[in-house]
């Protein structure tokens, strides 16, 4: 032992006790998905407080110099008999509360483990218990043992992120309750045998507390609930508030209000109801609460039977490429994403393929960085190390009993990187899969400035042929997209007439058939496909011909096929009354897709084009002529794609602010103008944009960026060049990483390469072209009301098999619903 505590007071100086403030990863490695209850536990570095691996600690040992890791170890309890006898624990409590963490909620169940700590000294792994310190010198055992206290009872980094203390029932006093208006219309409610006044549902019955109508609630994603006549209600009316019948008992009652969206507190309820008749000391309850709704709905998340293929038997399938994803609290959306894109090759080489070299050259702090973080996230993926069957212990006795479920992994340290600083992906709400796929590929495009780029599978170019009605001279502009997003005409469904089958159920569940199951809208994949490429009536074109506004037609084609072609289904939209809602539709969408007649022709023979000309600056005689007010919203949007400030300012100029479209066509047809970058002089204006070598710059937005790791030369350039202002500055340094890498700036704040008159114009997008033949290989699918809630799973095609990804559970797919899906993923097929 006097050997060890030598060792000890070797590294007492490394060692540190975590402070308010400090990142503790003690849940999770940071270079992979082992965990303390993986198969050699975790070592938290008691110096960083980085948490590695067994098979990565000797790599950060190394590395790092450090000695001294903190060995978290933690062992699943048996499950004990759930009965009320002998000694035994009582049943486990059913939730009564839609809640997290606290009284009545549900149960995270985090005392199910037995942990063991002890200190591990590295090279020679020499351990050292709670009881060998006991005799240990005073100041080695307060040290260690502080540090090794405040270790454990530190909120870890994955647990900080998470909600732990959630509470779904705490609800606001509406703010019509105190002042609700209430018709004396002689209605009376009676205790029972409540019927919608409209289609004669008896379940999920509501009272508007204005006019006392009785009718039916809100029809679910899967047809059930009712038949939305109390919404309805409310949309002709305006009346707000509405009382669930069968909830109410002297506690209270069920009150929503469709103005304020939500389950809302009356303070005046029992007033309210008595206008009607109702006695609420008499009543008793009958029918099930909305939060005892949402429990049940909570509780049954991650069963099959609420997901697609409900009704067959799937086969579990284990093993390279097939490993699940841990639903962290409405992460389906990302689960989904990142399983699709991880069968590209693309990100697979970039990622997965060099994840030792990536590993080798990761910073001090791998978990902020981003391509390590993605390795390791697509490694966990492919690699097959976590496609492993979970485990039950069932008894005390050990015997344990296998779910129909993986271990599989849990992507927070992933999560919380791409989501940090978003206001929507930072959050635990649920989110667009196809906003978030475009957020990642932002990502990827900001951190691969250098070497290969994986999202150039999904870049191409369309190509806008812009025809003037009056001059019949046409207009060819280019520009850049990752998704085409397809139109779905709800006038063009094939089983919408008056006999069909559409109609018939429709009409059965207004007269309160509740037994029959919805039939959703059946739209051609080639009617969508129509309603993509017919020609756009443009009615408010400005003509550089005409010198006025006229008509122009816009017609959309493929300047370049992508090798991966990703197709969204604009299934999201807006009512009449600006309410969000989905198109319940299905389309035929094909296995193959064959787009070579889209491909863009370019200038036709003899065809003349427009002449570039900005249009006329909007001003009235008795003003002076100033300069005009750019967009900077569409300037910033540009400069975030990798285009020069000026030439961005150019665009927006040139175009009249008519939006980034105009803009970017602007930019793809001007990036081979010798000035292409050269200053903007806008009318009444001495020079260009940004601030002058001797103006000030503010040095609190300049200490900002260089707080961010950029150096004070490279912050002082983004401040000139976006007027000082701190937002505009962070995106133009972003997106000038290059330049700024090479940049050689002089005291007066002007780099070499602007001083030149002329300067080589940067290089466009890399797109790829081909063949536009492609093959369906992975589809996403939600199921919900809006992309703000529901579900999200994936289907993938591996090695000619449909495969099913639902978080966790990864299975054989009988029935692939591709009638359903929202985004669609086709690969070019090689001729």
């Known amino acids: 032992m006097g050997d060890v505590s030598e060792v000890l007071k070797s590294v007492l100086s490394t060692i540190r006790v975590p402070k308010p403030g400090d990142r503790v990863h003690k849940d999770e490695c940071a270079l992979s998905f082992s965990s303390p209850e993986s198969e050699g536990g975790l070592y938290v570095c008691m110096n960083s407080f980085l948490g590695f691996g067994s098979q990565y600690v000797d790599r950060h040992h190394a590395r790092s110099g450090q000695r001294a890791y903190l060995h978290i170890t933690r062992t699943r309890k048996a499950k004990k008999e759930e009965d009320n006898s002998g000694s035994g624990h009582p049943p486990k409590k059913k939730p009564t509360r839609l809640a997290i963490g606290i009284e009545g909620g549900f149960d995270v169940e985090q005392e199910n483990y037995e942990e063991d700590v002890k200190v591990v000294i590295f090279p020679d792994r020499q351990e050292v218990t709670s009881e060998d310190l006991a005799s240990m010198p005073d100041v080695v055992k307060e040290r260690v043992s502080l540090s090794m206290t405040g270790i454990m009872v530190a909120d870890s980094v994955s647990h900080t992120l998470q909600v732990q203390q959630w509470d779904g029932e705490v609800r606001q006093e509406s703010r019509h309750a105190v002042e609700l208006k209430q018709l004396d219309n002689g209605i009376k409610i009676p205790p029972s045998g409540w019927r919608c006044e409209v289609c004669g549902l008896q379940e999920n019955i509501w009272m508007n507390l204005t006019d006392g109508k009785v009718l039916c609630g809100r029809r679910y994603f899967d047809g059930t609930g009712g038949n939305n006549h109390a919404l309805l209600h409310f949309q002709e009316t305006g009346h707000p508030l509405a009382v669930k019948l069968g909830t109410i008992t002297p506690d209270g009652a069920d009150v929503y209000s469709y103005d304020e969206d939500d ?6 309820l029992p007033e309210h109801l008595s206008h009607f008749g109702i006695n609420m000391m008499t009543m008793e309850k009958t029918e099930r609460t909305m939060t005892e709704l949402e429990i049940a709905v909570n509780q049954r998340v991650g069963e099959w039977e609420v997901i697609q293929e409900s009704g067959t038997t799937l086969r579990p399938l284990f093993g390279p490429g097939l490993t699940g994803m841990k639903n962290l609290g409405n992460s389906c959306y990302l689960n989904s994403v990142m399983q699709v894109l991880f069968t590209v090759p693309d990100f697979q080489s970039k990622y997965v393929c060099n994840i030792d070299k990536i590993i080798d050259e ?13 390795a390791k996230l697509g490694y ?27 271990i599989g992994i849990a992507p927070q340290m992933f999560k919380a990187l791409v989501g940090r600083g978003h206001p929507e992906f930072s959050t635990n709400r649920q989110q667009d899969a196809q906003e978030f796929l475009l957020h990642f590929i932002n990502m990827v495009e900001r951190n691969c400035r250098s070497g290969p780029n994986p999202s150039e599978a999904f870049r191409f170019l369309l190509e806008d042929r812009i025809v003037c009605q009056q001059s019949q001279k046409a207009k060819y502009t280019q520009r850049v ?19 069909d089958e559409l109609q018939e159920v429709e009409r059965r569940r207004e007269n309160g058939d509740s037994s029959v199951s919805p039939v959703r809208a059946q739209i051609p994949f080639a009617t969508c496909m ?37 197709i969204q289904i604009k299934k999201f939209t807006f009512g009449l009354d600006w309410v969000p809602k989905k198109l319940d539709v299905s389309i035929d969408v094909p296995d193959t897709l064959d787009l070579s007649a889209l491909r863009a022709a370019g200038q036709q023979p003899g065809e003349e084009l427009l002449p570039e000309v900005a249009p006329p600056p909007l001003m009235t005689p008795d003003v002076e002529v100033k300069a005009p007010v750019l967009d900077d919203s569409t300037v910033c949007q540009l400069c975030d794609m990798g285009f020069p400030m000026e030439a961005c300012r150019k665009a927006v100029y040139y175009t009249g602010n008519t939006g980034i479209d105009a803009a970017m066509n602007w930019v793809m047809g001007h990036l081979d ?21 001797t103006e000030s710059i503010c040095e609190e937005h300049l200490a900002t960026i260089v707080s961010m ?34 940049m050689d700036v002089s005291e007066g704040g002007r780099s070499a390469a602007e001083s030149e008159s002329v300067r080589d114009p940067p290089p466009g997008p890399c797109v790829r072209d081909g063949p536009g033949k492609y093959e369906l290989f992975a589809f996403i699918s939600h199921m919900g009301t809006s992309t703000m809630c529901g579900h ?21 797919s009988e029935k692939p619903p591709k009638d359903l899906g929202y985004l669609y993923f086709y690969r070019r097929v090689a001729e």
């Open 530 to 566: 129509a309603a993509l490429t017919e020609p756009e009536l443009l009615t408010d074109f400005w003509s550089s011909a005409a010198q006025a506004k006229t008509t122009a037609t816009k017609t959309t084609r493929f300047a370049s096929f992508p090798d991966h072609l990703v």
């Open 709 to 742: 790791g950029f150096s004070r030369d490279q912050a002082t350039k983004a401040l000139r060049a976006t007027s000082n202002t701190l937002e505009r500055a962070v995106d133009w340094i972003f997106s000038h990483l290059d330049d700024l890498e090479s």
């Open 362 to 374: 990761a910073p001090s702090d791998p978990t902020q960085d981003f391509k390590t973080q993605v």
């Open 380 to 406: 966990g993926l492919l690699s097959g190390e976590y496609s492993k069957l979970a485990q039950d212990l069932s008894d005390e006795n050990g015997a344990s009993e296998p779910k129909d479920y993986q």
């Open 673 to 693: 103008d010798p000035d292409f970058s050269a200053p903007l002089i806008l009318p009444g204006c001495s020079s260009g944009g940004g601030t002058t070598p």
């Open 263 to 268: 389950m809302v507190l009356d303070s005046k």
């Open 792 to 812: 999200y799973v994936c289907h993938i095609k591996k090695d000619q098999q449909w495969v099913i990804f639902n978080d966790q559970k990864v299975c054989a």
């Open 481 to 499: 997209d990752y998704i085409i997003q397809l139109p779905v005409p709800m006038d063009q469904a094939i089983n919408t007439g008056e006999e």
